[in-house]
């Protein structure tokens, strides 16, 4: 494969209006659960539906989390421990565990009265249900056997525990019916988390913030300054807090609002980097373009938004390249900047692509005739002269192969046939026939998908397509061989080998044979021409010989649309005219050796 330096344009960046929030550790040293991390950007997105500013979410074990938004495009998740107290609406609350061992009935808090008697009379089988008082109770098989769990279905407000009084339940009242996902009373603050039928009530404690969520993207003015993650966390919660001003790593921070960004200074004053909604990237998705060009990229991307358009131009500066593709740098060691005109297309809704000219090492494919490739370069970038003469010798290859399956097939059948005559020349004969009879076509064909769905080997296949072809052509070269020994067996040489006792094998292959023998070599130059047409063809149409092994039927087959060959016909003329060549050569030594061993063309 041939390579080249050349100037295309291609895909230099991407810029997407930012829609998934990115998480960032604040550091408290708590992780949260992956399920709760997973969720977090449909739950930013169900607050924003719902119009809320917060959401409790709960964990396992106790844990709870707190998602808030605490300015535009920025989120916090805190850990909060969360302890269920009540649940409001349908509820299935687990009262005791009843053993049918003594009839004992083992209560979870305080006890029902009658609950103990009404469970040994109706507790049957694995599971069920009874009433007791108006109040449904279910049962099922317990931890431990002959053991039955039984809960209490209710449709009202069920305590896990005491009861925390009338203030609380009118709050939790005005709660429920404004759909709010929580409320304070007394210091104490509770979460309402909505199920299906009913709704969970927990007790939140102290919330402590554990990661920082936002649609921000931060580009640093220089790429080579320190900012990791934990510098982000910390710039995100000093927008969180309205503060300001932030301390990361002994070095103090301001932050200042411009045009719905905002911008990092540091102590000196100077822009240390930027937060944005828009992310620009190399298309790539390495962050190695220049903070200016950055931001010249986002400004057009802005305007066209503003202007509702889809395409649009600007010149920029960007490291210019050699002749081989790499940057110009100085002579301190920064790349020399160039201008060049970037044309910016919106593929989708909030995504961007920008493309300039650029100097790429590229597969240097359909070159045209040239010193360095005579015949040119084809659609993989291989030397077409090169694959014309590799090609060449896998067609003769498969050529000579097949005509040597065919004739040695047609010896061997045709020769049994004419010696032994009678019901060995009519089987064989008849075979002869079958196969005459068969569609070759279609039968390539089939052949065809048949090795495509079992995805062989290239050689595999050139292997399976000469073995074909040879089996498909052998009838022929037997009716001759046949015709032949009918005629020579009576002649008298043969009744002195009958005569000597000569075995019958060596009637057949040392005496027989030896006088079809200029037939067969004029018969076998003639086929290798056919042979090598249908071997071109066959490849031609995807049947034969797969890419990348090179014969000249897959060469044509390389450009074999239209248009194709109308722009390279450098690569398939030439390789036509050698198969015709190749053919009319066969077809002139075939014929000379048919004079050569006719007798009647002596003069």
Same mark, same amino acid.
């Given at each position: 494969i ?5 100037t ?6 991407l810029?997407?209006v /930012?829609? @998934?929030?990115?998480?960032?550790d ?14 977090v ?17 709960p ?13 535009d ?52 089988g ?23 769990? !039984? ?20 709050a ?13 009373l ?25 990661? !920082? ?7 640093? !003015? ?24 932030? #301390? ?8 200042? $609002?411009e ?22 990237r ?31 131009t ?13 940057? @110009? ?30 100097? /790429? ?6 070159? $045209? ?32 192969i097949?005509v ?5 097939l047609?010896?061997? &059948?045709?020769g ?5 005559g009678?019901?060995?020349? /009519? ?30 080997? #290239?050689?595999i296949?050139?292997?399976? &397509? ?10 022929g ?8 020994i ?8 043969m !009744? @002195? ?14 005496h027989?044979?030896p ?8 018969? @076998? ?11 071109? #063809?066959?490849s ?16 044509i ?5 239209a ?6 016909a450098?690569i398939?003329?030439?390789?036509g005219?050698?198969?015709?060549? #190749? ?21």
């Amino acid at each position: 494969i041939f390579y080249k330096y050349d100037t295309q344009n291609v895909n230099y960046a991407l810029a997407r209006v /930012n829609t @998934a929030y990115n998480g960032y550790d604040t550091g408290a040293g708590k992780e949260a659960e992956r399920s709760v991390l997973n969720a977090v950007n449909s739950n930013i997105k169900k607050m924003g539906e719902q119009g809320a500013q917060e959401m409790f979410l709960p964990g396992e074990e106790g844990n709870g989390y707190l998602l808030r938004e605490e300015t535009d495009h920025v989120y916090t998740l805190s850990a909060v421990p969360m302890e269920k107290i009540a649940t409001s609406g349908l509820s299935s609350q687990k009262i005791g565990t009843y053993s049918m061992i003594g009839k004992q009935f083992e209560f979870a808090g305080e006890e029902v009265p009658g609950l103990a008697e009404a469970a040994a009379g109706n507790i049957k089988g694995a599971s069920g249900s009874f009433t007791v008082d108006g109040v449904e109770y279910t049962f099922s098989k317990g931890a431990k056997p002959k053991t039955f769990d !039984v809960y209490s279905e209710r449709d009202g407000l069920a305590y896990t525990g005491d009861p925390e009084g009338a203030e609380f339940e009118k709050a939790l009242e005005t709660a429920l019916n404004s759909e709010e996902d929580s409320f304070a009373l007394k210091d104490t603050v509770y979460a309402l988390i909505r199920q299906k039928d009913s709704t969970d009530i927990y007790r939140i404690g102290t919330p402590e913030r554990i990661r !920082v969520y936002t649609l921000y993207t931060m580009d640093l !003015v220089d790429p080579g300054q320190p900012a990791d993650d934990s510098f982000k966390a910390a710039a995100l919660l000093s927008l969180a807090d309205e503060e300001p001003e932030f #301390t990361w790593e002994g070095k103090n921070f301001a932050l200042e $609002p411009e045009e719905g960004i905002w911008i990092i200074l540091d102590e000196s004053g100077e822009p240390y980097a930027e937060f944005s909604s828009l992310s620009v990237r190399r298309y790539s998705g390495e962050d190695t373009m220049s903070y200016e060009l950055k931001n010249i990229v986002s400004s057009k991307i802005e305007e066209m938004i503003g202007a509702g358009e889809k395409t649009g131009t600007v010149t920029a500066q960007i490291p210019m390249q050699n002749e081989d593709g790499s940057y @110009a740098e100085n002579e301190d060691g920064s790349y020399i900047q160039t201008d060049t005109e970037m044309r910016i297309s919106q593929r989708l809704e909030g995504e961007y692509v920008i493309n300039c000219d650029q100097i /790429n090492f590229v597969i240097d494919i359909f070159a $045209p005739p040239s010193v360095k490739h005579i015949l040119g370069t084809d659609g993989d970038g291989f030397d077409v002269l090169a694959r014309v003469m590799y090609g060449g010798r896998v067609s003769l290859m498969v050529g000579f192969i097949v005509v040597f399956i065919e004739t040695f097939l047609g010896v061997i &059948m045709g020769g049994l046939a004419g010696y032994f005559g009678g019901w060995v020349d /009519n089987l064989i004969m008849r075979l002869v026939d079958i196969f005459y009879c068969l569609p070759y076509l279609p039968i390539m064909i089939i052949l065809g998908a048949m090795m495509d769905s079992l995805r062989l080997d #290239t050689y595999i296949r050139l292997c399976v &397509m000469m073995a074909a072809l040879g089996l498909m052509g052998w009838a022929g070269v037997a009716r001759l061989v046949r015709g032949q020994i009918l005629s020579l067996r009576e002649q008298e040489f043969m !009744v @002195a080998t009958e005569a000597t006792g000569i075995r019958v094998k060596d009637r057949i292959f040392r005496h027989l044979i030896p006088n079809v023998m200029p037939q067969l070599i004029v018969m @076998a130059t003639m086929s290798l021409g056919g042979v090598i047409i249908t071997e071109s #063809t066959l490849s031609f149409l995807g049947l034969g010989v797969k890419h990348p092994l090179a014969t000249w039927g897959t060469i044509i087959n390389s450009v074999s649309s239209a248009s194709a060959m109308a722009h390279y016909a450098f690569i398939w003329i030439p390789v036509g005219l050698l198969i015709c060549l #190749t053919v009319i050569a066969f077809n002139f030594v075939g014929d000379g050796l048919r004079d050569a061993y006719d007798p009647k063309s002596k003069k």
